[in-house]
């Protein structure tokens, strides 16, 4: 039996086989790299004037599992399902590997969800007003409203005074945020530091915004004093300002209380709106000693942070938060759902609010800082290994994204799954990297930077520009 199921496998493949494509339709030509449309902040070889070429990924098209109608004879033989089965088979076993090694994007790898197994079997969609029950009776409101008040008392916002909703990911968030400054300012012109997420830069172009790019420090923090320059260029106009918990590359926390004294000493009083985008941070830095806080008693409009990130939700999801009198200009009545709408998508995953509720009632407040307390510990501990090693690396006082020289080894980046930027790369430390990982990680960088380097024969690069010239291990700045 065994040998018969066997042969029907390579019978199965063969019969899998993916048939030519359209000669319209080239995936060889979607793979290959095109030069970069902007190479601003790009930096090439040193000395060399070239600017790096953005280095893609794999095509997936060249390893894509095929779909085919099943044959009349699957249901007696069952030589689909044994198929089906192997293939998941081996994709759970990419899955560990690849978990094993996933160091550079921010994602909390670390939780046990078995309990909510149960549920798995259900349509759970929340379409609609999370406030307003809909005709559709398989929701997760109560939960979902359960978690809104969590996050709307974190960000000191009153229950009557606040709107919101669990998005399908972080970019939701930056585009409803940014969507609802537009709509209290439709004239307004849209501030963003250059470091920002690639979604505020998306959100202007959805929205046919003027967006002004804001110059940062070395740190990736918005500059402040570009940012008047850039506001007294615009007096007539209103501001509507992304203010970063946390860049996406760097880590970097903008002073939000400088932004907001900016705007209000240079004529901009009550004719601004600040969305927050707090994807990663925007959960950690409440519970870091000395951190400015993120409030809505300060003059802010929205606040956002994703539910996959620092909690640990195995689905993408987002919290979006902002204040009940901003949402009427966006909410409108849908007879059809027997609800209202104020959402960018509609239809909502339904099963997100049940995971974030599980890990908010199970860890609480002291949960999650101890979880801080831990991610910044390993992240100053990784920061001490690469200097002690002559590596050029920065850490943000409030972060736990640690920035170091770009690997020169593209593979060793694919393995440890590492992000880059130009000459530096990033390791972000969640909850579920250990001493014992990233020990793992810094024995083998060393390995290969021996080689890379031939023994200490070739310098390092100078990344000075990048992470300050007090962080730079190179030649010429090594103490």
Not at 159 to 184: A, D, M, Q
Not at 281 to 286: A, D, K, Y
Not at 347 to 365: E, V
Not at 371 to 390: I, S, T
Request: charged share 25%; aromatic share 10%; hydrophobic share 35%.
């Amino acid at each position: 039996m065994v040998g018969s199921v066997g042969n029907g496998l390579m019978d199965l493949r063969e019969k899998e086989k993916v048939e030519p494509l359209p000669r319209e339709f080239d995936p060889e030509e979607i793979a290959r790299p095109k030069p970069p449309l902007e190479t601003e902040g790009v930096g090439g070889e040193e000395g060399s004037g070239k600017s790096r070429e953005i280095v893609l990924g794999r095509n997936v098209h060249t390893m894509c599992f095929a779909i085919k109608e099943p044959e009349a004879d699957d249901e007696v033989t069952g030589e689909r399902e044994a198929y089906m089965a192997s293939v998941l088979a081996r994709y759970r076993r990419s899955l560990i590997d690849r978990t094993k090694h996933h160091l550079g994007y921010p994602y909390n790898l670390d939780f046990d969800y078995g309990a909510l197994g149960q549920l798995q079997h259900f349509s759970i969609n929340n379409l609609g007003d999370p406030f307003i029950e809909s005709n559709y009776g398989v929701h997760s409101r109560q939960f979902e409203v359960g978690v809104l008040d969590w996050f709307a008392r974190l960000w000191e916002l009153e229950k009557n005074e606040y709107w919101g909703y669990i998005t399908n990911c972080g970019t939701e968030g930056n585009l409803h945020g940014i969507l609802v400054g537009r709509e209290v300012f439709p004239d307004g012109v849209l501030y963003a530091s250059r470091e920002s997420h690639y979604s505020i830069f998306k959100a202007a172009r959805m929205y046919r915004m003027e967006c002004v790019k804001v110059d940062t420090l070395v740190s990736g923090e918005i500059d402040c004093t570009h940012f008047k320059a850039s506001l007294l260029q615009n007096m007539e106009r209103p501001a509507i300002v992304n203010v970063n918990i946390g860049t996406t590359v760097k880590g970097a926390v903008d002073d939000l209380d400088m932004v907001i004294k900016t705007l209000e000493e240079n004529g901009f009083k009550d004719r601004f709106y600040i969305h927050c985008d707090g994807a990663l941070f925007g959960l950690m830095m409440p519970f870091v000693k000395r951190a400015p806080k993120v409030t809505f008693t300060k003059p802010i409009g929205s606040v956002s942070v994703s539910g996959h990130k620092f909690v640990g939700c195995p689905m993408p999801c987002g919290v979006q938060i902002t204040r009940s009198k901003h949402i009427n200009v966006l909410s409108s009545n849908v007879e059809y759902l027997a609800s209202r709408d104020a959402t960018i998508m509609g239809s909502r995953n339904g099963h997100a609010p049940i995971f974030l509720w599980y890990t908010l009632n199970r860890k609480g407040y002291r949960g999650f800082q101890k979880e801080v307390q831990k991610c910044l510990r390993n992240a100053h501990y990784l920061k001490d290994r690469l200097k002690e090693a002559g590596i050029s690396v920065m850490l943000n006082e409030l972060s736990s994204t640690v920035v170091f020289e770009r690997p020169k080894d593209e593979e060793f980046v694919r393995q440890w799954q590492l992000a880059c930027e130009g000459n530096i790369a990033h390791v972000v430390v969640m909850p579920n990297v250990t001493i014992d990982k990233l020990d793992s990680f810094l024995n083998e960088l060393l390995r290969h930077r021996s080689c890379w380097y031939q023994e200490g024969n070739i310098s390092p690069p100078c990344i000075a520009a990048d992470i300050g010239e007090e962080n730079c291990c190179c030649a010429l700045h090594r103490r």
